[in-house]
């Protein structure tokens, strides 16, 4: 999808869904949303298109390998908002924008833009495209990694459910309105995730270990 702010209100946004009328416009703000997995060459076009594209919006460090193709007057800014249709539906208060001016150039464009998120309440935090990957990928990735665990063990509420378990139904309801696309994107395109697999992994067989440990001294007793 992209969007095209034809001012500094939310108000003035256009969406265009298809993009076949898109080329033809004059725009200041550019946002592109990518999807998880999309192939770079149907995007690849639109960035190199003459138009008064002056600001870009993107999630990950994916949009850094875009400045080699961009044009040199565009500006490039790279977020995240921290938050979906479950989290947000009552309102973007408190919710984190993660941000990173990458490229940046027109500084009164980019606070208007900017300006969008933190009017709506939102907790505006900047940091690097790379620090962002390393703590989503033990925050986001490993939430969605868990909740993926506890949909293929199929659990359930019971009558005797615990507050910690009442959350953990949470994050599995939760987990299980995503698309799988989604998780496979956030253990693809961030190269932290595949670490954080691989420490559940050792985690796991640890506490196997200690089972085990704990467990023989009782059954050789028996």
């Known amino acids: 999808m992209f969007i095209f ?47 008064k594209i002056r600001l870009f919006r993107f999630v990950h460090k994916f949009g850094h390998p875009i ?24 309102g973007w208060t408190d919710l984190t924008f993660m941000y990173d001016m990458v490229r940046i150039r027109d500084q009164h464009l980019c606070s208007s833009f900017l300006q969008i998120f933190s009017t709506e309440g939102c907790k505006m935090l900047e940091m690097t495209c790379e620090e962002h990957d390393r703590l989503a990928a033990r925050s986001q990735f490993l939430t969605h990694t868990i909740g993926r665990i506890l949909v293929e063990m199929e659990v359930e509420s019971t009558p005797i ?6 959350k953990l139904v949470q ?43 704990l467990q023989d001294p009782i059954i050789s007793k028996l």
């Open 161 to 166: 459910d615990t507050k910690g378990f009442q």
């Open 67 to 90: 400045l080699q193709i961009l044009p040199e007057e565009c500006d490039l800014l790279c977020t995240h908002p921290m938050f979906g249709p479950e989290s947000g539906k009552d």
């Open 171 to 213: 994050v599995k309801e939760s987990s299980a309105k995503d698309s799988f696309d989604l998780f496979s994107g956030l253990f693809i395109h961030n190269r932290f995730a595949r670490q954080q697999m691989k420490n559940l992994e050792v985690a796991i067989e640890k506490l196997q270990e200690r089972s085990k440990e």
């Open 5 to 51: 702010f034809s001012g500094t209100y939310v108000s003035s946004i256009v969406f265009f869904f298809p993009t076949n009328n898109f080329t033809n416009r004059h725009n200041w703000v550019w946002s592109l949303c990518a999807v998880f997995g999309q192939n770079s060459d149907e995007t690849r076009p639109f960035y190199q298109c003459n138009f």
